[in-house]
């Protein structure tokens, strides 16, 4: 069967991604499959959570953007 390919949306110390990565770890959710992080904000603890587990990660800044509208798009 194959694996649920999942992207995790992080915004500080990523609590629920632990718990995510403990439950796949525990053999808990064998189909899942973290692909991605991605945080709000460079520094979040959470992106050190998924490297440590050797999950790619990305930072998307809002203050890289003009407006909310233009964060939120495709």
Avoid: W
């Avoid at 959470?46 to 990660?57: D, F, H, M, V």
Wanted: contains cysteine; positive net charge.
């Amino acid at each position: 069967m194959n694996k649920a390919k999942v992207l995790v949306l992080v915004s500080g110390g990523g609590t629920n991604l632990q718990a995510i990565i403990d439950c796949i770890n525990a053999g808990k959710a064998p189909h899942v499959e973290i692909c991605r992080v991605i945080a709000s904000k460079p520094g979040a603890y959470a992106l050190e959570r998924a490297e440590k587990q050797g999950i790619p990660t990305s930072v998307l800044e809002r203050k890289a953007f003009s407006d909310a509208d233009s964060y939120c798009k495709d």
